[in-house]
C-alpha cells in the first residue's frame, strides 16, 4: 500500500517561513520523481517544485527564489522549504510521486498553508 503523508503546513504571516515534509512508503522512493503541488480555492492544481531521482529541480516562477526542495533517500522524505511567503502562496499543498517509466502516480491528502496577518 503506497502512502504519501504530508506535514508541516500551517498559518504563517507573510513573510515567514515553513517547511513541508512528505514522507513516503510502499514505493522505491529513490526511483520516484517528487514534487509539490498547490490548489488555492477556486484555482486549478498547479506545480510548485519537483525533484528527480537525479536530484534535479525544477520550480514554478512564482517560487524561484523563495521555496527550495529537497529528498532525503535514506528516510524515503521530501521537503519543501518555503520562505518569505506570500498571502497569494495560501493553498492546500500536495506532495506526488511520479515514476515516469511507468507512468505510476500517486498523491498525498494535502496539508493547508495559509500566510495572512
Known amino acids: 500500500q503506497v502512502q504519501l503523508v504530508e506535514s508541516g503546513g500551517g498559518l504563517v504571516q507573510p513573510g515567514?517561513?515553513?517547511?513541508?515534509?512528505?514522507?513516503?512508503?510502499g514505493i522505491i522512493f529513490s526511483l520516484y520523481a517528487m514534487g509539490w503541488y498547490r490548489q488555492a480555492p477556486g484555482k486549478q492544481r498547479e506545480l510548485v517544485a519537483v525533484v528527480t531521482p537525479g536530484e534535479t529541480?525544477?520550480?514554478?516562477?512564482?517560487?524561484?527564489?523563495?521555496f527550495t526542495i529537497s529528498?532525503?533517500?535514506?528516510k524515503n522524505t521530501v521537503y519543501l522549504q518555503m520562505n518569505s511567503l506570500k498571502p497569494e502562496?495560501?493553498?492546500?499543498?500536495y506532495c506526488n510521486a511520479d515514476h515516469r517509466p511507468t507512468r505510476r502516480v500517486f498523491w498525498g491528502?494535502?496539508?493547508?498553508v495559509t500566510v495572512s496577518s
Open 16 to 25: 515567514g517561513s515553513l517547511r513541508l515534509s512528505c514522507a513516503a512508503s
Open 57 to 66: 529541480t525544477n520550480y514554478a516562477d512564482s517560487v524561484k527564489g523563495r
Open 71 to 74: 529528498r532525503d533517500n535514506a
Open 89 to 93: 502562496d495560501t493553498a492546500v499543498y
Open 109 to 112: 491528502q494535502g496539508t493547508q
